[in-house]
């Protein structure tokens, strides 16, 4: 890894570039880790690893740290830091186009009590992302009345939107259900999802705004969420399609930068002879030290020392002499020709034998 001898994970100021293949190992190696610790109910361990990995990028966030952090965050009861933590970055990097932060705050207000803003900040999440309600009910084995289930607003929001944002729904619901499943939760849920409906047969401007966003804001899966989703290894999301997946695919290092930086590229080499011929090795076996590209190429610098002065005749002889000599070995070896040796299985004709007319 490229870390210098001041880096301290201390330190937020501290940054590791994710284009440089040597400080990729260290950034999966923690995801995985965190993963790890996280299915173990370890949850404020997983938060703390989460904002490490983002605070080594956090302007790129090569992972997509960011989708995992508000889950980390709920089930370990960090309600006041995962709303601090969304007005602050909210500015900058947009969370609540995500839907996993707008479910999130919305269960962070109800767990805190702050009752009206819970309200409207889950009918705001259910307008802006109503593709996650009938996966997230089926998650948690729960049925709906057949007023959901007839209205077109949520039972066909997939087909309306792009992939690329139904694999952040999918990848919410995989991993959150669980938040879902305390008893006053769904209770809640469903008041607000009627709600919602109540709003949708009103027409009101923010349903209508929030479908065309969900059809022209998502155009595309960036680079590092497919990261995470990979790294996540969720089995609900939607398979990805050979141009967002390309093969070969390596879990070491998924999906590394086009601009990748290697700091230890080999230098290739050009090379005008063949250098694997019987007669180089059998050359390089009496003399390590030869080579025959080296030879030819200082023969042009060798006529005009003698032009000049004649200085280093020895080395120029020397050379030459060897030169000469690889030639008529050349001449030999290409003038030999072995004669055709007749096998045992060869039969020849016998002019005596009885069987010839």
């Given at each position: 890894?490229?870390?210098?001898?001041?880096?301290?994970?201390?330190?937020?100021?501290?940054?590791?570039?994710?284009r440089k293949q040597e400080n990729r190992s260290l950034y999966i190696s923690l995801f995985k880790h965190m993963m790890s610790i996280g299915s173990r109910a370890c949850y404020r361990t997983a938060l703390e690893f989460s904002k490490l990995i983002l605070s080594l990028d956090p302007d790129g966030d090569p992972l997509a740290i960011i989708l995992a952090m508000d889950f980390y965050a709920l089930r370990a009861q960090e309600y006041d830091w995962l709303l601090k933590m969304f007005h602050e970055c909210e500015p900058t990097r947009n969370l609540s186009q995500l839907p996993n932060f707008a479910y999130s705050l919305a269960v962070a207000?109800?767990?805190?009590?702050?009752?009206?803003?819970?309200?409207?900040?889950?009918?705001?999440?259910?307008?802006?992302?109503?593709?996650?309600?009938?996966?997230?009910?089926?998650?948690?084995?729960v049925q709906v009345d057949s007023r959901i289930l007839n209205s077109s607003f949520f039972r066909d929001a997939t087909d309306k939107q792009s992939k690329s944002l139904?694999?952040?729904?999918?990848?919410?619901?995989?991993?959150c259900y669980h938040v879902w499943k305390e008893s006053e939760l769904l209770p809640w849920l469903e008041n607000n999802v009627h709600r919602v409906l109540d709003r949708v047969e009103a027409h009101d401007p923010l349903v209508e705004e929030w479908e065309k966003h969900r059809q022209t804001r998502y155009p595309a899966t960036p680079r590092n969420i497919l990261r995470h989703i990979i790294l996540s290894d969720v089995k609900d999301i939607p398979i990805l399609t050979s141009e967002e997946l390309p093969a070969p695919m390596f879990n070491f290092d998924p999906l590394p930068p086009a601009d990748s930086i290697n700091l230890y590229t080999r230098p290739t080499r050009t090379a005008t002879y063949e250098e694997n011929g019987t007669l180089v090795i059998f050359l390089r076996s009496l003399m390590p030290?030869?080579?025959?590209?080296?030879?030819?190429?200082?023969?042009?610098?060798?006529?005009?020392?003698?032009?000049?002065?004649?200085?280093?005749?020895?080395?120029?002889?020397?050379r030459r002499s060897v030169a000469s000599l690889l030639d008529a070995m050349r001449d030999?070896?290409?003038?030999?020709?072995?004669?055709?040796?007749?096998?045992?299985?060869?039969?020849?004709?016998?002019p005596d034998s009885d069987d010839h007319p």
């Open positions: 890894m490229c870390i210098p001898p001041v880096f301290s994970h201390l330190i937020c100021r501290c940054r590791l570039d994710y207000h109800f767990q805190l009590g702050d009752v009206e803003a819970a309200h409207a900040q889950l009918q705001k999440a259910l307008i802006q992302f109503p593709g996650v309600l009938l996966a997230l009910t089926e998650k948690c084995s139904t694999q952040l729904e999918v990848l919410y619901v995989a991993r030290n030869y080579n025959m590209n080296q030879v030819v190429s200082d023969e042009a610098g060798d006529e005009a020392a003698e032009g000049a002065g004649g200085a280093g005749g020895s080395g120029v002889d020397f030999l070896v290409s003038n030999i020709h072995l004669p055709d040796v007749p096998g045992d299985g060869d039969v020849e004709d016998d």
